[in-house]
T-cell receptor, first 116, second 115 residues
Framework: GDSVTQMEGPVTLSEEAFLTINCTYT??????LFWYVQYPGEGLQLLLK?????DKGSNKGFEATYRKETTSFHLEKGSVQVSDSAVYFC???????????????FGAGTTVTVRA | SAVISQKPSRDICQRGTSLTIQCQVD?????MFWYRQQPGQSLTLIAT?????????ESGFVIDKFPISRPNLTFSTLTVSNMSPEDSSIYLC????????????FGPGTRLTVT
């Protein structure tokens, strides 16, 4: 079945450092890929997405490119802030045998702590 | 975007009892999902709940333990039955955006502790 493998962390960085969280996937079809973020004490929210190969999703300074050849969707941010401290989840949907397979498969989550 | 609320936001329950969690959406949606997030873990899909049909459960989850109702296009309930401490988790409902985008919006979650 579909699955997502994600760098687990935890990751601790200083402000203005470069952040990369690796994510690779396995799917039989052509999934849509997502990064969700869970800030402390808050619910899960969509950070960015990409729906086809070579698409780049971006939001709040974060970027991720859908790489079909390497089945990857790595999350990057050039200069992190304390407010970026959160748990980040890579996820995919729609990659199964059936195009109407809407359920999300999540990676393990990566806890990121940014120190001032 | 859809606004999703869940009740209760948290609860502490005795083992052997049951808890029903409500999920309300501010717009009509076809697909709703229920996830479990065990402490320090990722999200695992429990079941997909479409209005007008029986819920579809994922491997490892059964209807007797997690009965689900979906009476209309804006509401669903998940019951955690005969609870044990291993059921202590955050339970989240989500809805598909509805444009075939595969994007989901999540509720704030219900934090359940079983003692």
């Amino acid at each position: 079945g579909d699955s997502v493998t994600q760098m687990e962390g935890p990751v601790t960085l200083s402000e203005e450092a470069f952040l990369t969280i690796n994510c690779t996937y396995t799917a039989t079809g052509y999934p849509s890929l997502f990064w969700y973020v869970q800030y402390p004490g808050e619910g899960l929210q969509l950070l960015l997405k990409a729906t086809k190969a070579d698409d780049k999703g971006s939001n709040k300074g974060f970027e991720a490119t859908y790489r079909k050849e390497t089945t990857s969707f790595h999350l990057e941010k050039g200069s992190v802030q304390v407010s970026d401290s959160a748990v980040y989840f890579c996820a995919l949907s729609g990659g199964g045998q059936y195009v109407n397979d809407y359920k999300l498969s999540f990676g393990a989550g990566t806890t990121v702590t940014v120190r001032a | 975007s859809a606004v999703i609320s869940q009740k209760p936001s948290r609860d502490i329950c005795q083992r052997g009892t049951s808890l029903t969690i409500q999920c309300q959406v501010d717009s009509q949606v076809t697909m709703m999902f229920w996830y479990r997030q065990q402490p320090g873990q990722s999200l695992t899909l429990i079941a997909t709940a479409n209005q007008g049909s029986e819920a579809t459960y994922e491997s490892g989850f059964v209807i007797d333990k997690f009965p689900i109702s979906r009476p209309n296009l804006t509401f669903s309930t998940l019951t955690v039955s005969n609870m044990s401490p291993e059921d202590s988790s955050i339970y989240l409902c989500s809805v598909e955006k509805g444009t075939g985008s595969y994007e989901q919006y999540f509720g704030p979650g219900t934090r359940l502790t079983v003692t």
